[in-house]
């Protein structure tokens, strides 16, 4: 089991650094090879993806990512700055479903800024498109900007575009997701999310949706706007199960998901391609704000870290052991500051990874 560690920057060593720790103690026999991605490749060898570091990634069965970008790299030219790495990554690697699991924990069931009874209980499952939309259509590459901007335009564009193939295996995978959390007692419904009344591009989605949602008779599917589906998160998220939408509005509708849990802190993701070989991070970035404080909650990489033992590495009960640890740590009240209430022990990003080494038993 081979594991590329991408560590990046700002807090993204922190986190990290925890989450090999707990990795470390499972009994579990790993391969783990550390490189330079990110702000920290571009001070080193001039570029946020090196070669070596590509390379690694694509020999690896899978790779556990902290955070890349600081607020410095800002005027560098776009193919340049840190977060290419990630696109880069998720290109070469073929990575083209991102999955992010919106777990309310009963014990930060206050730390969130939605009432209560809106969100216990909570357990919803967003998957996000990666290859393709706005974010990889023209004119990528035909851009002329000067230290990122665009001085004297008078207009830029990006198009937005979906083949049928992308479409239809992003769907295959909602459906597949449902039917196994239905198999766990879960509703059994896909959410497609769209534009259909203003993009051609999300007219072409929800119908090739629906095409491939004619094959899961036992998952029932539903399709809603984007900007209802904004609303509905907020004000009744528990009506979700699965959630499927192109690269952008998974973008953003995963991050105001992440925030129904109380704190960004907690939220693990996973990017998989074909094989399950796969990405694993924070929903977070690198926190520059924080960074170096050793305050950052490393609980959302500990869980990628899980993931990566289910999805990519096939060991589920050492994915479990790892997310019963976490529960534990919180029942016990502690808590890094982005999730502390009255009450509760304040912890550091090492004591809070000790403490989960400690509650693995
Ligand atoms: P961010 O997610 O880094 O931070 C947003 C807020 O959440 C900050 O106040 C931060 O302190 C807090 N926060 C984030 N993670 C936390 C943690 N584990 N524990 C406690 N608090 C935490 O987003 P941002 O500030 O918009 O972006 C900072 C940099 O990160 C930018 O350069 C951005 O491009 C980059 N970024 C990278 C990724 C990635 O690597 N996948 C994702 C998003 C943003």
Redo the contacts with the bound molecule.
């Keep these: 089991m081979k594991i590329a560690v991408l560590p990046?920057d700002?807090?993204g060593t922190e986190?990290v650094a925890e989450a090999v720790k707990v990795l470390k103690v499972l009994g579990l026999k790993f391969d783990m090879e550390t490189a330079l991605v990110g702000g920290a490749a571009y001070d080193a060898h001039g570029h946020p993806l090196p070669e070596a570091t590509l390379k690694l990634a694509m020999d690896s069965d899978a790779v556990l990512f902290g955070?890349?970008?600081?607020?410095k790299y800002d005027k560098l030219d776009r193919p340049l700055r840190?977060?290419q790495a990630?696109l880069g990554l998720r290109k070469n690697m073929g990575l083209f479903a991102n999955f992010r699991p919106a777990i309310c924990y009963e014990q930060l069931v206050g730390a969130s800024s939605l009432k209560p009874e809106l969100i216990s209980g909570l357990d919803i499952l967003i998957i996000r498109e990666l290859t393709g939309d706005i974010y990889f259509g023209q004119p990528r590459g035909r851009r002329v900007a000067t230290d990122g901007h665009f001085p004297g335009a008078e207009e830029a564009f990006d198009t937005m575009r979906y083949s049928k193939p992308e479409i239809e295996r992003i769907a295959h995978v909602a459906f597949q997701a449902a039917l196994k959390r239905k198999a766990a007692g879960k509703e059994g419904r896909v959410t497609s999310v769209d534009k259909a009344n203003v993009l051609e591009t999300f007219q072409f989605w929800k119908d090739v949706v629906s095409e491939v949602g004619k094959e899961y008779p036992d998952i029932a599917l539903d399709h809603m706007y984007v900007d209802n589906a904004a609303m509905q998160l907020v004000k009744e998220p528990k009506r979700f199960d699965v959630v499927v939408t192109g690269n952008m509005f998974g973008d953003i509708l995963s991050d105001e998901a992440s925030m129904l849990t109380g704190?960004?802190?907690m939220l693990p993701s996973a990017s998989l391609n074909s094989k399950n070989q796969g990405l694993f991070?924070?929903s977070?970035?690198?926190?520059?704000?924080?960074a170096g404080k050793g305050i950052?909650?490393?609980l959302?990489t500990i869980l990628s870290a899980a993931m990566m033992l289910r999805f990519s590495l096939n060991q589920e009960a050492a994915a479990q052991r790892i997310e019963a640890a976490v529960q534990k740590v919180l029942a016990q009240g502690l808590r890094?500051?982005?999730i502390f209430s009255a009450g509760t022990t304040k912890v550091s990003t090492r004591e809070m990874g000790d403490a989960v080494v400690k509650a693995l038993g």
């Design positions: 990046g700002g807090i986190i955070a890349v970008g600081d607020w840190p977060e990630i704190s960004i802190g991070e924070p977070h970035g690198s926190a520059p704000d924080i950052a909650n490393p959302a890094t500051g982005d």
